[in-house]
């Protein structure tokens, strides 16, 4: 099956919040993101709301609902009690939990699954309970351990963090390098029965040859570089070329 794309909007409500203005709209380009076929939504909501707000997720949910129903929402986040409370509230398709502390700017590891494991595995339980499929965010080293332990969480898939790929930009032979690691962890996590994910710095040019590397790789999340894009393309044409680089017959 190709790979799917889910189109995170955080970049969106990020230039919104400048002018605390309703335009540009999360709900209105996300509606256009769906309707060139994405596969879903994707949100960040942070403590300090500084891109996607708290007040984004009902009204993203009722735009699936009633308009694309096969559509996906996916929310990730750092597990606090009051991010858990926001998911049971949005009810997503999927969660993906992070181990971002709240004063980053993005995320820029995975968890540490040997050490963390104990810890997220009752989350993940709770997750699934509620009817989510639980994506736990990893790094992409090539650690074969770490997608053991991450399975014995009881996650459903893990999602690779590709920023030390996206780095590579300009540099064959690096990138290269990292789409060999990040190959390395892919097979290790199917090997333990888990789907993989990916995200980070992806774009056009640099999915095709991850996807070649990770031909079941089951869906990827991207913002910043398809945000960027649609500056330049239109979101309906930006999402279009995405999915052509995801491998999908458009």
């Known amino acids: ?83 858990l409370e926001l998911v049971a509230r ?9 181990p971002d502390d709240p004063s980053q700017p993005t995320s820029d590891h995975g968890f540490d699954f040997k050490s963390e494991g104990a810890w997220l595995a009752p989350i993940v339980e709770r997750l699934k309970a509620q009817g989510a499929r639980v994506s736990l965010f990893a790094d992409g080293d090539g650690d074969a351990d770490q997608m053991k332990a991450a399975a014995e969480t009881g996650c459903d898939r893990v999602e690779l963090y590709t920023g030390p790929y996206g780095g590579t930009w300009g540099d064959p032979e690096a990138a290269s390098r990292e789409i060999d690691k990040l190959g390395a962890s892919a097979d290790a996590a199917i090997a333990h029965g888990l789907g993989v994910n990916a995200g980070h710095d992806l774009t ?17 999340s991207i913002g910043h570089g398809l945000t960027a894009d649609a500056l330049e393309f239109g979101m309906a044409e930006t999402v279009i070329r995405f999915r052509r680089a995801c491998g999908q017959a458009v």
Request: aromatic share 6%.
């Open 90 to 98: 949005a009810a997503p398709e999927q969660v993906t939990l992070v």
């Open 1 to 83: 099956m190709p790979t799917e794309l889910s189109v995170n909007v955080n970049a969106i409500a990020l230039l919104r919040n400048r002018r605390d203005l309703p335009w540009p709209s999360v709900t209105g380009l996300g509606r256009i993101a769906l309707q060139a076929g994405a596969h879903g939504l994707t949100v960040h909501p942070r403590p300090d709301q500084r891109h996607i707000r708290f007040s984004d997720l009902p009204d993203i949910r009722r735009l699936i609902d009633s308009e694309f129903p096969e559509a996906e929402f996916n929310i990730e986040g750092y597990p606090s009690e009051a991010f």
């Open 204 to 220: 056009v040019a640099n999915l095709p040859a991850l996807i070649a590397r990770i031909p079941s790789l089951a869906e990827v």
